[in-house]
């Protein structure tokens, strides 16, 4: 066995003077060397060969195809086609090294692409030289590659039945996980999207900001309110009743409701009364208000006509005040 001298730092106290203090210090001490791994070695050789004939065939092939369709710089690229896309069922014959079902379906398409490769090549050598040089150009395609088919089935690993249908599992559940996880984030994405659609539909529903319910702007309804025309039945009350500010924009009566006065008005309770008296018939803004300041509540216009117009869009009616 052969060994290799290094030099190791350790820790080690040191006294002086009856005191003790932690000090480094270094030494060399021999570690075994392990063997060179023959295996290792000759895999490397095998796979450093096979590449530099690959790059061989790939230059030959390319070069012969591209000769046949007249030697135009887009000839070289079709003719680079043909060993691309073998050398991309290559890599996928080591992604699926592991099932034996769809590593056949690879090794299937790569013989295919092999056979177009090679009957390209002979027919370029046909015309340029004759059958000779048709089968020797030939070869060369068919030698790297057969020996990139030869070096996986040596390196291919061998697995028992059990053994296969164990993997088989263990790759099925993981792609389970990613196919629940892709399910649940285009899930995700989908809701967002609806809701941002429903928020978007009910936005555009509201009136402009500086709009009152009926949909005049704030400033006209004011001066309808503030001008000297006589008053034409309800109309002018429920102008003269429109806040100067919008109420659509507010949160519903229930949610947010007036705050409680002094005579501890519980929350909700003036939402309740109105949806009542709306229930039982009563629609007027002033009516309204004057039943509920008997009973000691006060409650804003805009409110109420809110509820009147949800009720009246419940019961499919036209609504007066839009």
Not at 129 to 152: D, E, F, P, Q
Not at 213 to 226: F, H
Request: proline share 6%; glycine share 6%; aromatic share 4%.
């Amino acid at each position: 066995m052969k060994f290799r001298i290094e030099t190791q730092k350790y820790a080690t106290t040191h006294t002086v003077n009856g005191e003790s203090a932690l000090v480094t210090r270094t030494r060399r001490v021999a570690v075994p060397v392990l063997p060179r791994d023959i295996d290792v070695i000759a895999v490397r050789g095998v796979v450093g060969l096979v590449l530099a004939l690959t790059l061989v065939s790939i230059t030959w092939s390319t070069v012969s195809i591209a000769h046949l369709l007249n030697g135009t710089w887009t000839a070289y690229l079709a003719g680079a086609v043909f060993d691309l896309a073998w050398l991309a069922t290559l890599g996928m014959s080591f992604i699926v090294r592991f099932r034996p079902d769809r590593r056949a379906t690879v090794d299937k398409i790569g013989w295919a692409l092999l056979a177009v490769t090679v009957t390209a090549i002979a027919l370029e050598g046909l015309q340029a030289g004759g059958v000779a040089m048709a089968c020797i150009g030939a070869s060369v395609s068919i030698a790297a590659k057969v020996l990139w088919w030869t070096l996986n089935r040596a390196t291919a690993p061998d697995l028992s039945p059990d053994d296969a249908q164990w993997v088989a599992r263990q790759i099925s559940r993981a792609s389970a996980q990613m196919a629940v996880a892709a399910v649940r984030r285009q899930v995700a994405r989908v809701e967002d999207q609806a809701t941002a659609q429903m928020l978007a539909m009910e936005a555009s529903r509201r009136p402009p900001l500086g709009t009152d319910i009926i949909g005049l702007p704030v400033s006209e309804v004011a001066a309808v309110a503030d001008s000297s025309a006589p008053p034409v039945g309800r109309q002018v009350d429920v102008l003269t009743e429109v806040p100067q500010v919008t109420a659509l924009s507010s949160p519903g009566l229930e949610d947010t409701p007036d705050v409680p006065g002094d005579n501890g008005t519980p929350r909700g309770f003036k939402a309740r009364r109105v949806r009542e008296l709306v229930a039982s018939g009563v629609t007027d803004v002033p009516t309204i208000r004057e039943r509920l300041a008997d009973s000691g509540v006060t409650v804003n216009p805009s409110h109420v006509r809110r509820i009147i117009r949800e009720s009246r869009a419940a019961a499919n009616e036209p609504n007066p005040y839009l």
